[in-house]
C-alpha cells in the first residue's frame, strides 16, 4: 500500500546531512512495511540487510554489550556473508528490544556517515524511561541518547488520504486537485467522497485493517481484524510500565475515551473511570499512552489566547484514541451505522472530532481547543506561522456563535469550518467551510505555515 511517510525516507536517503534515522510509532501501523517493504526493496533492492532484534537473538546479545559501530558493522557482515558499504542500507527493526543500539547511532553517524542506517521501534521511548529509572544497574550509565547525531520520522496509523489513494486514486486526484484550487467538488463526486470517509470512520487506518476491508470489502471480516488489533494494544499495556496498578490505569484509561468524549463537557474526568480518583492519580497512564502514541492529549486554553500556545492547567484537556477505527470499535456502534442513509442521525459529532484530531497529530500538530464562558466552545485552535486558526467541527450545519465570542477576545487568521457540508469560503465572516476529505490536505498546509485566504 502506498504511505506518505515514502516520499519522507526518499527525502532523508537524498540528503547530503543524512544522519542513521529512527522511526517511532506505535504497534501495527505499518513502520517495518514502509521501511523494508516499501523503501528498501524499492530503492536498495539486492543491497539492504534487515536486522530483527526480536528474533536475533546472538545479534541483540552482541549489540547490548558495545555500542561501536566498527564492531557491530563488522559482526553484521561476518553473520550475512556480506560487505557492507556506502552502498547497504542497514535496518534495524524493533529496537525497543536492544536499547543500546540507539546509543551506537551515534557512532555510526560520527564513524560510518556514508552508510545509511533506519532503526525502528514501538514504545521505544517508554522502555528507555523505566531503564534509565532503574536503581543499581551499572549498564544504565552506559546508555545515552544520541541528540544531535540522528533524524527522527513519526508514523501513524493511515490517514484519510492515504486510505482514499489506495481505495480509489482517480478520486484521490479529484479531492487534490479541487483542495489545491479551493474549489467545490461536483456533487456527486462530493457524495462518493463522503461515502469514503464513513467506510474510514468505521475502518480505520490501521494497515492490516485497510488492507482487508480494500482487498476483500468484508467489514466483518475487518471488524475481527480491529478487535484482535484492539485486544493487543490492552495486552501491550502490561509492558514497560512502572507497576501493575499503572497498567490496570492504563487499560482503564484507554477503554473509557470514547465514554470520556461523548458528554458535555469531553474533558478528562477521573472519576469516570475509577469513583474517588483524581487526575494525578492518572499522569503516569496518560504519559505511557501519549508516549506511546497511542493516544493524544489536547489542552484547554484560556479565554484570551497568546502565543506560542500553553494549556491553561494541568488538569483541563481531553484524549482521543489514535486510530479512528479503534475509537469507533470502542464506542460499540453497530457498524451499518456507518454506511445507513440515516447515518447522519446515528453517529454523534465526537466521531468527527477524533477524526480530525488524527488527522492533525500526523501533521505534527499539537492540540488545543477552547472553552469560553457558558457553552462556547472551538474544538481545535491550530497555530501556525505565527497566525492563529481556529477549527470548529460539526457533523451537519452547526452555527457559529463560538466563533463570534472567540473573536470578540482573539484576533485570528481566518476560522475553518469543518463538516460534511461542499467547500465554500466567505470573505466577510472570515470562514473557510471545508468537507472531511479535506482536512488532511488543510493539516498539511496548516503544518507548512502555507495556507492563506483564498483569492475572491
Known amino acids: 500500500m502506498k504511505r506518505n511517510a515514502t516520499e519522507k525516507l526518499v527525502e532523508w536517503n537524498a540528503s547530503k546531512r543524512r544522519k542513521p534515522l529512527i522511526v517511532w510509532g506505535a504497534r501495527q501501523v505499518g513502520k517495518t512495511y514502509l521501511v523494508r517493504d516499501i523503501f528498501a526493496k524499492t530503492y536498495y533492492p539486492s543491497n539492504y540487510i534487515y536486522i530483527d532484534f526480536k528474533i536475533e537473538d546472538s545479534l541483540r546479545d552482541f549489540c547490548s554489550q558495545t555500542a561501536n559501530a566498527s564492531k557491530i558493522i563488522e559482526q553484521i557482515s561476518l553473520l550475512n556473508g556480506k ?31 556514508d552508510i545509511p542506517v533506519i532503526a525502528t521501534g514501538s514504545m521505544v521511548g517508554i522502555k528507555i524511561q523505566r531503564i534509565l529509572h532503574k536503581r543499581g544497574n551499572s549498564k544504565v550509565e552506559e546508555f545515552l541518547f544520541p541528540v544531535g547525531k540522528i533524524n527522527q520520522l513519526t508514523v501513524y496509523p493511515m490517514t484519510f488520504d492515504e486510505f482514499l489513494m489506495n481505495s480509489n486514486g482517480m478520486l484521490y486526484s479529484k479531492v487534490l486537485e479541487a483542495y489545491e484550487r479551493k474549489e467545490p467538488l461536483d456533487a456527486n463526486v462530493h457524495e462518493l467522497v463522503l461515502d469514503e470517509v464513513y467506510r474510514y470512520l468505521l475502518v480505520g487506518g490501521m494497515p492490516e485493517a485497510v488492507d482487508s476491508f480494500l482487498e476483500s470489502g468484508d467489514l466483518l471480516e475487518t471488524l475481527s481484524i480491529l478487535k484482535d488489533l484492539y485486544d493487543n494494544y490492552l495486552s501491550d499495556m502490561e509492558l514497560y510500565q512502572t507497576s501493575q496498578e499503572s497498567a490496570r490505569r492504563s487499560r482503564a484509561l484507554f477503554s473509557n475515551i470514547y465514554g470520556e468524549l461523548n458528554r458535555e463537557s469531553k474533558n478528562f474526568s477521573p472519576g469516570l473511570i475509577e469513583k474517588g480518583s483524581k487526575t494525578r492519580d492518572f499522569n503516569s497512564p496518560i504519559q505511557w499512552l501519549t508516549m506511546a502514541q497511542i493516544v493524544h492529549q489536547s489542552f484547554q486554553l484560556k479565554e484570551h489566547v497568546t502565543m506560542p500556545l500553553i494549556g491553561d492547567d494541568d488538569s483541563n484537556f481531553r484524549l482521543y484514541l489514535g486510530d479512528i477505527g479503534m475509537f469507533s470499535y470502542q464506542s460499540g456502534i453497530n457498524a451499518a451505522s456507518f454506511v445507513s442513509s440515516q447515518r447522519e442521525n446515528t453517529l454523534s459529532g465526537i466521531f468527527f472530532e477524533n477524526f480530525v484530531a488524527n488527522e492533525l497529530v500526523a501533521k505534527d500538530l499539537k492540540l488545543f481547543y477552547w472553552k469560553g464562558k457558558a457553552s462556547s466552545e472551538l474544538e481545535f485552535i491550530i497555530e501556525s506561522n505565527n497566525r492563529l486558526f481556529p477549527l470548529d467541527v460539526k457533523k451537519g450545519r452547526g452555527v457559529l456563535n463560538s466563533l463570534e465570542k472567540f473573536a470578540a477576545h482573539n484576533k485570528f487568521e481566518f476560522a475553518i469550518k469543518v463538516s460534511k457540508n461542499n467547500y465554500g469560503y466567505s470573505s466577510e465572516q472570515k470562514v473557510m467551510t471545508i468537507p472531511f476529505y479535506f482536512v488532511p490536505f488543510l493539516a498539511n498546509e496548516l503544518k507548512t505555515g502555507s495556507l492563506v485566504a483564498p483569492q475572491q
Not at 89 to 113: H, R, T
Open 83 to 113: 560487505r557492507i558499504s556506502k552502498e547497504t542500507l542497514l535496518v534495524f527493526d524493533e529496537i525497543q528490544e536492544c536499547p543500546n543500539i540507539i546509543s551506537a547511532l551515534k557512532y555510526f553517524q560520527q564513524d560510518f556517515p
